[in-house]
């Protein structure tokens, strides 16, 4: 059963500290500034402030939220600090104490493995989600792809998918796979970061907006940011090295400035994917290429899985709708509550 909070409770969170949370403001009678979350290090927390001073953050004490039942702290979170002056923390920066911690306009979230699942905030506040898969090497899953565009477009997030790797594979040879997305409106990139290919192109979409990169391990995310960036920033790895010990290379998020034009974040690889906040009888609404069908279903609040006169099932036996989305549609429906 999901835990409800009242408006003043301790509660653990991903955190394992306990602080007091409220929801209202407090009257605060000390310095306070602006600030971004833009890294989530392990425990350690940074924070970018209006005047791009960087810090690292304390969560102690009292923190007024109202992103309940959430992680309490995710990176593009802005929260109101209070510098700590004339004191450093674990990695030589200066501390700040997080007192608050706006609420969330947009964010890319997962349910979170585990006994009790809650809404892992993977980024807030962000415009985009952008799947990142390869041509090959790994296989893409097209499952995992509909999961997490349909999470982004819950959560008030732009989804488009960038296919890397294409010096594996000609681009040719999987377009069949996303032509559906094409077809609904979905932006799709063919990137090699290897050969440089489709780069320009690429990062020319990224202006203007502030985007999560995420998909499987070893696709490519930390490479492109690399390549983006023209430097080292993140660690890469082989592909032998996680697929043998299935180990992730980048194990936190962060965020990056590109020349103040555009924002990306880079995230730990995925293996599954939970969407959390959607309602079962709702999923139907984020198959758009169902949509002509469903609504000539017997049953209005038809499921498309089992009812007797349902358009849908009618359309997938005549090859109208692709057999694929609709196992990823049944897929999806098991896993809601
Ligand atoms: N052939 C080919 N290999 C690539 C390309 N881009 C990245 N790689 C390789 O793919 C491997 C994994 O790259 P990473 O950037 O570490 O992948 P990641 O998505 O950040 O992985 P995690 O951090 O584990 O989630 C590295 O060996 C890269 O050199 C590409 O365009 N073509
Ligand atoms: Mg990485
Ligand atoms: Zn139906």
């Known amino acids: 059963m999901k835990k409800r909070l009242s408006n003043n409770n301790f509660i653990p969170r991903k955190t394992k500290k306990r602080v007091l949370v409220k929801t209202k403001p407090l009257d605060f009678g000390f310095n306070i500034l602006d600030g971004r979350i833009v890294a989530i290090i ?11 001073r960087l810090f690292e953050a304390l969560v102690k004490g009292v923190i007024v939220t109202s992103n309940q039942s959430s992680s309490l702290i995710a990176v593009g ?7 700590k002056e004339g004191h450093i923390g674990d990695t030589g920066l200066p501390l700040c104490i997080i007192h608050e911690i706006m609420e969330r306009t947009t964010l890319l979230s997962r349910k979170s493995s585990g006994y009790e699942p809650f809404e892992q905030i993977i980024a807030s506040n962000i415009t985009d989600v952008i799947v990142l898969v390869a041509a090959a090497n790994p296989q ?20 488009s998918i960038c296919i890397n790797k294409v010096d594996l594979i000609s681009p040719k040879e999987i377009e069949p796979d996303f032509e559906i997305y094409q077809k609904l409106g979905i932006d799709i990139f063919y990137i090699s970061v290897e050969n440089q290919i ?12 502030e985007v999560a990169l995420i998909g499987q391990s070893g696709v490519g995310k930390s490479s492109l940011i690399n390549l983006i960036f023209g430097e080292e920033l993140q660690k890469t790895n082989e592909i032998s090295l996680y697929s043998t010990k299935g180990r992730h290379t980048t194990s936190f998020v962060k965020m990056f400035n590109y020349k103040n034009q555009f924002k990306i974040i880079d995230s730990p690889g995925i293996r599954e994917y939970g969407i959390w906040g959607l309602d ?14 469903a609504e000539q279903c017997k049953y209005p609040l ?5 009812e007797p ?10 090859g109208l709708i692709n057999p694929i989305r609709y196992e990823s549609y049944c897929n999806i429906y098991d896993s809601l509550d």
């Open 302 to 306: 038809c499921s498309h899985i089992h």
């Open 198 to 209: 489709g780069i320009k192109q690429f990062i020319d979409y990224l202006k203007g907006k």
């Open 77 to 83: 979170d802005f929260v109101k600090i209070e510098p």
């Open 42 to 52: 392990s425990k350690n927390i940074f924070v970018e402030c209006s005047d791009e």
């Open 140 to 159: 893409y899953n097209l499952k995992l792809i509909d999961r997490i565009i349909i999470s982004g477009q819950l959560n008030g997030l732009k989804p």
């Open 309 to 318: 006169g349902c358009s849908v099932l009618e359309a997938v036996q005549h």
């Open 280 to 293: 079962k009888q709702d999923l139907t609404f984020y198959f758009n290429d169902f949509y002509p069908y």
